[in-house]
Every structure is written in C-alpha cells, then in structure tokens.
C-alpha cells in the first residue's frame, strides 16, 4: 500500500483549496466538514481535463469505455455492437444530473434507468457516474480502518426517489482525500453494492481512478453474487 499512497501528496493541497471554497457555499444545505471533503473527492474522482480510456470487464468480457470532462459536463461512450452509444451527467448549481445522448442531443434520464445495468455488468448508471457524490446532507459518521488505512466514514441520502440506493456510505482517506470504498443500501437497510478502489494513477497532477472493483450482493445477506471490474489507462504524454 505504500506505493498506492505515495503519489497522492499533490492532490492532497489541490483537494484542500477545492474543498475550502465549496464546502462553504451552502452551510444550510450540509455538514460543512463532510462537504469539505467530498469537494476534494469529487476533484479527484471526475474534475480533470481531458479524457480517459478503459473499459468494464465481467467474465472475461470487455466494453470500451471513455470518459470526457467538458467544463460541467461528463461524458461517458462505450463501444458495443460496433459503435459509440453513452450518456452525459451535467453539474449546474451543485447537482449532478444523467441525460442520454439522442442524435448528438442531451435528453433527461427517465428515473427507471438510472438504477440500471450498463452491458450486463455489475456496474449501472448511477455507480460509473458517482452521482451520489452530489448528493446533499452529507453527514461524518466517524472512522474506520480500510486497507491499513484511517478513513473518514460519510453518509449520504438520496434526495429523490430515483435509483437503486437510498443511502450511499463512502470511505475517504483521512490525510489524502482519496476515495476508498462505497457501500450502497436501498430503503430497507439491505446492502446492494460495494466499490472497492484498488488503484489509482495521476493525470495532469490530479490523482483520478485507475482500477476499482464493484460487488453485487444478493438482497439481505453478505453473498457476492457478480463482479465487474472498471479500469482505466493512464493517457499517455503528448510527443511520445
């Protein structure tokens, strides 16, 4: 683990000045801590230029992906049946919505499909685009130990009745803003996913995912019942 960490002392000030200036525009609305570092998580997670290329992999099978950041607008394309198809989440005024991209055209999500699987995978709408890190009223429920590591534990509540979760647990790393782990629970309190962030890689002096693993549990009990990995390549430097 000490060579996942070492990277991250960059992002760390970044993270910091980003946080200062968001987790204070709406004290009412949030935690002003909780949202302090959630600005730093969300810098890190999505807020680069540029774009990135991976893919989704279950069972063997891959799905191209990419994903672009155009000022507040995301941009997630895969490549299946041989062509380009995706989805756009857009951030206006401290929210983050889904739109589906209809001849070149951003259209709104109906509810039904954000909770949805992308390809047969493990891995929907709502979990490739991280919408729940927008969510409000965030809340510190304290500490734990992942990887070796000090995280602060962050509740989240779905402020709508769309998609599958009702509340969104995230882990943060207590001295690099790094997100760790998320756990998902619909509204009877059962466990429906977990994220497990097992890489990440630094572009353009901003550590964003590498790797991460997502598990399906069976409703109700602790049973893994489908994996799905999301990998991305780190872009390579322009001149070479």
Not at 84 to 112: C, D, H, I, T, Y
Not at 124 to 141: G, H, M, N, P, V
Not at 158 to 185: C, E, S
Request: hydrophobic residues 40%; charged residues 25%; aromatic residues 10%.
């Amino acid at each position: 683990m000490k060579c996942y960490f070492s990277s991250m002392k960059r992002l760390s000030l970044a993270a910091i000045s980003a946080a200062l200036l968001v987790g204070m525009s709406d004290p009412a609305q949030a935690d002003a801590a909780a949202e302090r570092i959630l600005a730093g998580v969300r810098h890190g997670a999505a807020l680069q230029k540029g774009k990135l290329t991976g893919h989704l992999r279950k069972d063997g099978r891959r799905t191209p992906l990419t994903l672009t950041m155009n000022g507040q607008v995301i941009s997630f394309q895969f490549f299946t049946n041989n062509k380009w198809g995706g989805f756009q989440m857009q951030l206006r005024e401290g929210n983050a919505k889904l739109f589906n991209l209809v001849q070149g055209k951003a259209k709104p999500f109906p509810a039904s499909q954000i909770g949805q699987a992308v390809l047969g995978s493990d891995v929907t709408y709502e979990d490739l685009s991280l919408r729940f890190l927008y969510w409000k009223d965030a809340k510190i429920e304290g500490a734990d130990i992942i990887k070796t590591q000090k995280c602060h534990k962050i509740r989240l509540n779905n402020p709508g009745k769309d998609g599958r979760y009702k509340t969104v647990y995230i882990w943060v790393h207590q001295k690099f803003g790094a997100l760790m782990q998320v756990a998902g629970y619909d509204a009877a309190g059962n466990l429906l996913k977990k994220f497990h962030v097992t890489d990440l890689m630094e572009v353009d002096k901003v550590q964003t995912l590498k790797k991460m693993n997502v598990n399906t549990y069976k409703t109700g009990t602790n049973k893994v019942i489908g994996v799905t990995y999301l990998e991305f390549t780190k872009p390579k430097r322009k001149g070479l």
